[in-house]
């Protein structure tokens, strides 16, 4: 199985690794901007509790600044958000009866692993660890490095 494409301007800040040429990056571009989203009304799914609400809204002021996030990504989102809120809640429940109660493990455990690996594949794709974040920006400082350097064909040498 292949791995999951990029879209170019992604593509880009990774640094071209697969040596695409200017004319297929540029004819991409334009297949990419015919496929825009908008992103006017990114809205918290219905589904979510109060919690997973602010938990959404929380992340949509830390992604306003991206320009990442579009209307159609608010359910994949949303998932996340109910991921951790139920992850938050099964805690809670243990936190308050404890890890081994009648001295074994509490039964919660496994739903909370569950919803720890959920929301962490969801995160994932939003790019939401630090070391997602950490290969973007240093891919994006390598591409602003070659876009501001003179090159002339000839490396330092003129």
Known sequence: MGRPAKSINLHAISGNKAKLSKETIKKRKQAEEQMTFKDDAIEAP???????????????????????????????????????????????????????????????????DKAFERAMKVAGRFGLSPSDRAKLALNMVNKVKEETTNDNGFGDRT
């Open 46 to 112: 219905s589904f979510l509790s109060d919690r997973g609400k602010k938990i959404f809204g929380n992340l949509l002021v830390e992604f306003q600044y991206t320009q990442i996030l579009k209307n159609v990504d608010s359910q994949m989102l949303g998932l996340y958000c109910d991921a951790m809120d139920r992850y938050i809640s099964i805690k809670e429940q243990i936190d308050h009866d404890g890890l081994m109660p009648f001295g074994k493990p509490h039964q919660l455990l496994s739903h909370q």
